[in-house]
């Protein structure tokens, strides 16, 4: 690899750090919710949803849980 492409790739790096500090800065985070996750669906439309995959509705469940936990940083306490 020729030292040129080193030192472009480093350059490349260097400016998307740069770009995305910038647009961190520029777009606070302000999307968080403080607030506790929706009622979940009924038992019996989680079941047609997941056509019979329990595992599969677990885990897209404790997903959408998790989401709820940490935001942005903080911990968010689930009641």
Request: net charge positive; aromatic share 8%; glycine share 8%.
């Amino acid at each position: 690899m020729p030292e040129r492409w080193r030192i472009a790739g480093y350059g490349l790096v260097f400016v998307l750090l740069l770009a995305q500090g910038t647009f961190s800065r520029m777009h606070p985070r302000d999307w968080q919710a403080d607030r506790s996750p929706q009622a979940l669906p009924s038992v019996r439309a989680l079941t047609l949803m997941g056509a019979g995959e329990t595992e599969m509705v677990a885990t897209l469940l404790a997903l959408r849980l998790q989401t709820f936990d940490a935001q942005a940083g903080r911990t968010v306490a689930l009641r």
